[in-house]
């Protein structure tokens, strides 16, 4: 009897220790597949990229061009813009200007990548400004310079305590004293920031929330002599520059959502896989690290 009973001891605390085993590996097991490890690429928004200026070394001559490393679309450099360091920057190397006539402006291929209708348009980067001057500055600016009847900008007024993204088309256009952020942009800080547009409303994030929503009922951007500018306006007046760095700028020809634009702020490149080879990038092209 005295066997029989230690031997049903045995049995339970084998079972019980069995089940201990099984369950302390199944809570494991869920949170070792949860667990991103700390260089892990989270992908960018890839539906509706047109444009992607990542700014790191492998596509800037820093002389010459930064090169659009999806459609292929080369900046030309003017002024004397510095490629700075990762250390400097958001996500790998980034570009630094100086505020003076330091600027990039794109031209477009053919068949046209920047100068069509944009029936919607989302643009969106990294930006940390160094100091403000008493002027309208254009961080990124898609116009038709100096007719500037169709532009899509992301900028600050330091004369004007304001920020935001501008918007003008079909005669309409952004009422800045009413549409903007009323306040001076942020300095000697990384912001994320993103326009969107649709056709009839306005949507300007920082750092991933929503600041300001409003109604610009001038239908599409329509083609005819747009240009994209980075860091000035496209047509080069020096008189809209801006002092500090442009990082991972992005183009997209759809309004991206809230949701699309937080993710896109954590993003460290391009979540390519084998089933997204409509992308024309390649691993030693994608951005690996983020500060």
């Keep these: 009897m005295l066997r029989k009973d230690s031997t049903r001891c045995q049995q339970r605390c084998f079972v019980n220790s069995l089940r201990f085993f099984t369950i302390t590996c199944l809570l494991l097991t869920c949170f070792v597949w949860n667990v991103q490890p700390v260089n892990a690429i989270i992908g960018a928004v890839e539906d509706g990229l047109v444009a992607y200026w990542t700014f790191d070394k492998d596509t800037v001559k820093i002389k010459t061009e930064a090169v659009d490393l999806l459609s292929g679309l080369a900046a030309a450099v003017h002024g004397d813009p510095e490629l700075a360091p990762a250390g400097d920057c958001k996500v790998g190397e980034c570009i630094?200007?100086?505020?003076?006539?330091?600027?990039?402006?794109?031209?477009?291929?053919?068949?046209?990548?920047?100068?069509?209708?944009?029936?919607?348009?989302?643009?969106?980067?990294?930006?940390?400004?160094?100091?403000?001057?008493?002027s309208w500055?254009?961080?990124?600016?898609?116009?038709?310079?100096?007719?500037?009847?169709?532009?899509?900008?992301?900028?600050?007024?330091?004369?004007?305590?304001?920020?935001?993204?501008?918007?003008?088309?079909?005669?309409?256009?952004?009422?800045?004293?009413?549409?903007?952020?009323l306040e001076d942009i942020p300095l000697e800080e990384w912001l994320h920031l993103t326009g969107t547009y649709d056709g009839s409303t306005v949507h300007y994030y920082v750092n991933g929330k929503l600041e300001k929503k409003y109604a610009m009922k001038g239908g599409?951007?329509?083609?005819?002599?747009?240009?994209?500018?980075?860091?000035?306006?496209?047509?080069?007046?020096?008189?809209?520059?801006?002092?500090?760095?442009?990082d991972e700028f992005r183009i997209y020809d759809r309004v991206l959502t809230s949701a699309e634009v937080q993710n896109n702020m954590k993003a460290t490149g391009l979540d390519v896989s084998p089933s997204a080879d409509h992308l024309s990038v390649t691993w030693g092209h994608i951005k690996a690290r983020r500060r």
């Design 137 to 181: 500055n254009r961080i990124i600016s898609l116009d038709d310079m100096p007719a500037n009847t169709a532009v899509a900008s992301l900028y600050y007024d330091d004369d004007d305590n304001q920020h935001g993204f501008f918007v003008r088309a079909g005669g309409q256009s952004t009422q800045a004293a009413q549409d903007n952020v």
């Design 220 to 246: 599409k951007l329509p083609k005819g002599g747009l240009l994209l500018g980075i860091g000035d306006r496209s047509d080069g007046c020096d008189c809209d520059t801006i002092q500090g760095y442009i």
């Design 96 to 134: 630094l200007f100086d505020g003076s006539v330091d600027r990039f402006l794109v031209e477009d291929s053919d068949p046209p990548t920047i100068d069509r209708d944009w029936e919607e348009i989302s643009l969106e980067c990294w930006v940390y400004i160094n100091a403000l001057d008493d």
